[in-house]
């Protein structure tokens, strides 16, 4: 399987190296503050994206197609599918902003990630093994079956949905991954759920999708399976490739060469693939993203083409939450935003379904890309750097659950280190690191 990986990810090489390159350099410092920018942008973004989360999944009264537009950025938030409205964030679709002296809480779109990068850093590997990941996610994530314990764990929250509390579930039942996202264990392993959690292992191997892919796949394989597992692959490609671009080159260029190289990586016969391909055909087409998205309903969750059979299954608000829609729906505000931050999360807020995961993905790509200073001088303001990862989670040596950015980061360079020894073979300077290209 490793050797499969590294001949798939010789062409993205080429991307993020250049041709004959043979390694790329890559300054740990610069990375630390790109890693900032991840945890910043994705924090940005999360929050701005559950103003809005499930709004907007389709039909609405009289079988009419209902969904935002651009026009509706700025205007007043509507009650969601499930009849929420969060105006403890925000009146109206808007930024929602943390200053300096605030803090961003944790959310199940980074408190996952934050819990494998300790994970990673606590084991002191690059691989973490089936058991490592159930003992983790049983130590740091809230059991709500059972009344407290008495370190006050459990009887709560837990901010867990669909297959995410499903494998959850299974751990408690001594269930190991990647049989946590077997179909015959998990009935939800086509959900959305590992397309938000995994991305970050991207980060860890720098220029290197076949190293990243091979980091992330039991961490996926924890709650997805099949086309959901597919579109997790999309989203750790594209974090990989990130460190190897062009910064010569127009953002738009960027994310446009970094997405159809991550298109390439997946199989064409697959239902991700397909749908990819679909919103590239109508973006080539200059059609406006509002008539794209409203496309994507009609294709999928109508017509159920390519493979694609949520509405005949019934589940519950259309599979609102399901892999495949919020994938096509991420692809949609990937390639309209152009690889410009504000515009592609503006895009994946309005965009509909469960609009949180992609702002937060692509606003931790984005943010990763522009560094930390980046976002600040887009925003013109300074952000709160400091994280509360016990909003969600629990059992994390940081006083009172609160940790920042600079912390953060400077664990995931230090991960990084390990990688690119032990995974790469590669050379871990004072100043920065030497990757070599995979061999087939």
Known sequence: MRGLFRAMAMAALVLAMGAGAGELTVSRADYAEKLQ?????????????????????????????????????????????????????????????????????????????????????????????????????????????????????????????????????????????????????????????????????????????????????????TTASGEAKLASDFYVIMHALAAGIDAGQPAKEQVHAMAAEARSLLPDESTTAKMYDFVKSRYDADVPWEQARDEVFQRYQVEQQDGYDMTSREIFCNACFASGINFAASIVSLLY??????????????????????????????????????????FGQKFSERYNIHRTRTGFPTPNGVDDFTNMAATGVGIVDRVVVEEMGGEVQAEAWIIPEATP
Not at 135 to 162: A, Q
Not at 187 to 213: K, N, V, Y
Request: aromatic share 10%.
């Open 337 to 378: 935003g152009e690889g410009d931050y504000q515009e592609t999360v503006k895009i994946a807020v309005l965009a509909g379904w469960d609009s949180d995961n992609p702002a937060a993905t692509w606003g931790g790509l984005l943010g990763f890309m522009a560094g930390k200073a980046g976002i600040e001088e887009m």
């Open 37 to 221: 920018g991840f945890w910043l942008g994705q924090c940005l973004a999360n929050w701005t994206g559950i103003v809005t989360e499930m709004d907007k999944i389709g039909v609405g009264e009289g079988e009419q197609l209902v969904f935002y537009t651009r026009d509706d950025w700025g205007k007043e938030d509507q009650p969601s599918f499930f009849g929420f409205r969060r105006p403890d964030l925000s009146r109206n679709i808007d930024w929602v902003r943390r200053a300096p002296n605030q803090i961003w809480g944790a959310d199940d779109d980074t408190d996952i990630e934050y819990m494998y990068q300790h994970l990673l850093a606590q084991h002191e590997t690059s691989r973490l093994t089936g058991e490592q990941i159930r003992d983790g996610w049983l130590t740091h994530i809230f059991d709500e079956n059972n009344s407290p314990l008495s370190d006050g764990r459990g009887g709560g929250e837990n901010f867990l949905w669909v297959s995410n509390q499903r494998a959850h579930d299974l751990m408690h039942e001594g269930i190991v991954p990647p049989a946590t996202s077997d179909p015959a264990n998990n009935e939800l392993s086509e959900m959305i759920d590992a397309q938000l959690t995994t991305e970050i292992f991207g980060l860890f191997a720098p220029g290197r999708p076949d190293i990243a892919l091979e980091m992330a796949h039991l961490p996926i394989r």
